[in-house]
């Protein structure tokens, strides 16, 4: 998300609380486990559906919060989490690999929602300080 855009909207914001997507039979769920395995607490971890369902993998970062996820192309997947420094941190794979974490900034209450409603798009919304609504977005 290199070039965004910061708003804050008055109200209160509240997202999903998992992450699924599919694209033309391919699938891809994101979570983070309840009951990780010993020394992989709070972590990401994606699960994908090629022709029969792949095996967990822990993608790293520290949660705080469910992850979001969402796609503005074929290929594409974009994760948004809370990390423990209330800040919202961004993930994504680009059709052939992922990427390290990057912070976004803010002050996040709770866990981030993600939404593209076009070609390289990307709007993220969350519970800001005072229950203000946060907007970030991307556009290529």
């Given at each position: 998300?290199?070039?965004?855009?910061?708003?804050?909207?008055?109200?209160?914001?509240?997202?999903?609380?998992?992450?699924?997507?599919?694209?033309?039979?391919?699938?891809?769920?994101?979570?983070?486990?309840?009951?990780?395995?010993?020394?992989?607490?709070?972590?990401?971890?994606?699960?994908?559906?090629?022709?029969?369902?792949?095996?967990?993998?822990?993608?790293?970062?520290?949660?705080?919060?469910?992850?979001?996820?969402?796609?503005?192309?074929?290929g594409r997947l974009d994760v948004f989490v809370?990390?423990?420094?209330?800040?919202?941190?961004?993930?994504?794979?680009?059709?052939?690999?992922?990427?390290?974490?990057?912070?976004?900034?803010?002050?996040?209450?709770e866990q981030p929602t993600a939404v593209s409603?076009?070609?390289?798009?990307?709007?993220?919304?969350?519970?800001?300080?005072?229950?203000?609504?946060?907007?970030?977005?991307?556009?290529d």
């Amino acid at each position: 998300l290199a070039r965004s855009g910061v708003e804050q909207v008055l109200g209160a914001g509240h997202g999903s609380r998992g992450a699924e997507k599919r694209h033309g039979g391919h699938g891809d769920q994101l979570k983070r486990p309840t009951c990780p395995p010993v020394g992989q607490n709070n972590t990401l971890w994606h699960k994908w559906f090629d022709d029969g369902w792949k095996q967990w993998e822990d993608l790293g970062g520290v949660l705080t919060s469910a992850p979001t996820v969402c796609s503005w192309g074929k290929g594409r997947l974009d994760v948004f989490v809370k990390g423990p420094d209330h800040a919202l941190w961004h993930k994504y794979y680009n059709g052939s690999s992922w990427s390290g974490w990057e912070s976004q900034g803010g002050q996040l209450i709770e866990q981030p929602t993600a939404v593209s409603w076009g070609d390289e798009r990307i709007d993220v919304f969350a519970r800001g300080p005072n229950n203000t609504l946060i907007h970030k977005y991307f556009k290529d």
